[in-house]
């Protein structure tokens, strides 16, 4: 009888660690891009709640990988180690789908909780106490970018800039400016206007909102928080480009079919269950709703048609 029970409780225990040692082959790692052009200390400490989220409802250990910049995410997806995305670049999410049309899939887009709105606007912004009041009035100015990849740092502007002065960056838009540079991203665009390196630098906003809380989303309320509580007393908005669609939240279609499905129910549950971490990962009092490639085929054909940088 003893042996018997022995047999027992050694079958028992052989049968927990085989358990213990599953659960711990099923964690896996999870590679959560992140966009750089912003401070880096604050986009690692706004995604720390997701990670948490994703670790505890997924059985995952979820890696937050903060790239220098937007080229890093997008080489992450094209190559696989990055998995997910929650506020993609639109041009950058056009680089990757003309690269590989079938690199990732398409969760949602981000829109106002307010409004319901699904974009933002490409702003150019200048110190208020400068005499500038249109994008005429920068002639031989210098000129600030935030990078090739950004949307509204980079390739509307210059959409813009191409057809109202000619040339492009390369040239100085036909040596309208005095100087064209790349800054490395949105917070540095600004951070060039108030140290006087720039007259005019370009960044991105909802311009929907509070104008001295730096309206629902976009750079000026992540600089806010990061400890520019005048910031909007101290620039002045001088152009603003039409509506640009939200940035789509994007899975890699190199995670296995029934993983990636998990993935994807798990980003919706946060949005629902932690809408508070949403809105501190997506930079705004954003939620997700239903889209598809046609919302942002204008934005991938402006891609796909520009010529020189980005």
Same mark, same amino acid.
């Given at each position: 009888?003893?042996i018997?029970?022995?047999?027992?409780?050694?079958?028992?225990?052989?049968?927990?660690?085989?358990?213990?040692?599953?659960?711990?082959?099923?964690?896996?790692?999870?590679?959560?891009?992140?966009?750089?052009?912003?401070?880096?200390?604050?986009?690692?400490?706004?995604?720390?709640?997701?990670?948490?989220?994703? %670790?505890?409802?997924?059985n995952?250990?979820?890696?937050?990988?903060?790239?220098?910049?937007?080229?890093?995410?997008?080489?992450?997806?094209?190559?696989?180690?990055?998995?997910?995305?929650?506020?993609?670049?639109?041009?950058?999410?056009?680089?990757?789908?003309?690269?590989?049309?079938?690199?990732?899939?398409?969760?949602g887009?981000?829109?106002?909780?307010?409004?319901?709105?699904?974009g933002?606007?490409?702003?150019?912004?200048?110190?208020?106490?400068?005499?500038?009041?249109?994008?005429?009035?920068?002639?031989?100015?210098?000129?600030?970018?935030?990078?090739?990849?950004?949307?509204?740092?980079?390739?509307?502007? %210059?959409?813009?800039?191409?057809?109202?002065?000619?040339?492009?960056?390369?040239?100085?838009?036909?040596?309208?400016?005095? %100087?064209?540079?790349?800054?490395g991203?949105?917070?540095?665009?600004?951070?060039?206007?108030?140290?006087?390196?720039?007259d005019?630098?370009?960044?991105?906003?909802?311009?929907?909102?509070?104008?001295?809380?730096?309206?629902?989303?976009?750079?000026?309320?992540?600089?806010?928080?990061?400890?520019?509580?005048?910031?909007?007393?101290?620039?002045?908005?001088?152009?603003?480009?039409?509506?640009?669609?939200?940035?789509?939240?994007?899975?890699?279609?190199?995670?296995?079919?029934?993983?990636k499905?998990?993935?994807?129910?798990?980003?919706?549950?946060?949005?629902?269950? %932690?809408?508070?971490?949403?809105?501190?990962?997506?930079?705004g009092k954003?939620?997700?709703?239903?889209?598809?490639?046609?919302?942002?085929?204008?934005?991938?054909?402006?891609?796909?048609?520009?010529?020189?940088?980005?």
């Amino acid at each position: 009888m003893k042996i018997k029970q022995i047999a027992v409780t050694t079958a028992l225990l052989m049968s927990g660690l085989v358990s213990i040692q599953a659960v711990a082959e099923e964690r896996r790692e999870l590679n959560l891009g992140i966009l750089g052009g912003q401070n880096a200390t604050q986009q690692i400490g706004d995604n720390q709640c997701v990670k948490d989220f994703f %670790d505890k409802n997924l059985n995952v250990d979820t890696k937050l990988r903060n790239a220098s910049d937007y080229a890093g995410v997008i080489q992450g997806l094209l190559g696989g180690t990055v998995d997910m995305v929650f506020s993609m670049s639109p041009s950058s999410f056009a680089t990757v789908h003309l690269k590989d049309p079938n690199a990732v899939d398409i969760v949602g887009i981000t829109i106002d909780d307010d409004d319901m709105s699904r974009g933002y606007h490409s702003v150019i912004v200048v110190k208020a106490d400068s005499p500038y009041k249109t994008l005429e009035d920068l002639k031989g100015k210098h000129m600030g970018f935030a990078e090739a990849d950004s949307t509204s740092g980079y390739l509307i502007p %210059d959409n813009e800039f191409k057809k109202l002065f000619g040339g492009n960056f390369d040239d100085k838009y036909g040596n309208f400016f005095s %100087d064209v540079t790349f800054s490395g991203g949105h917070e540095q665009d600004i951070l060039g206007v108030l140290n006087g390196q720039f007259d005019a630098a370009v960044t991105w906003t909802s311009m929907i909102g509070n104008v001295d809380e730096g309206y629902n989303t976009g750079a000026f309320t992540r600089m806010i928080r990061n400890g520019y509580p005048d910031l909007m007393k101290d620039i002045r908005i001088i152009w603003q480009s039409p509506l640009i669609p939200n940035g789509p939240i994007l899975v890699s279609n190199k995670l296995e079919p029934e993983f990636k499905q998990q993935v994807i129910d798990i980003i919706k549950r946060l949005d629902k269950e %932690d809408h508070a971490c949403f809105v501190k990962a997506v930079a705004g009092k954003m939620h997700i709703d239903e889209t598809n490639l046609e919302e942002f085929a204008p934005i991938i054909e402006l891609k796909k048609n520009a010529s020189g940088r980005g």
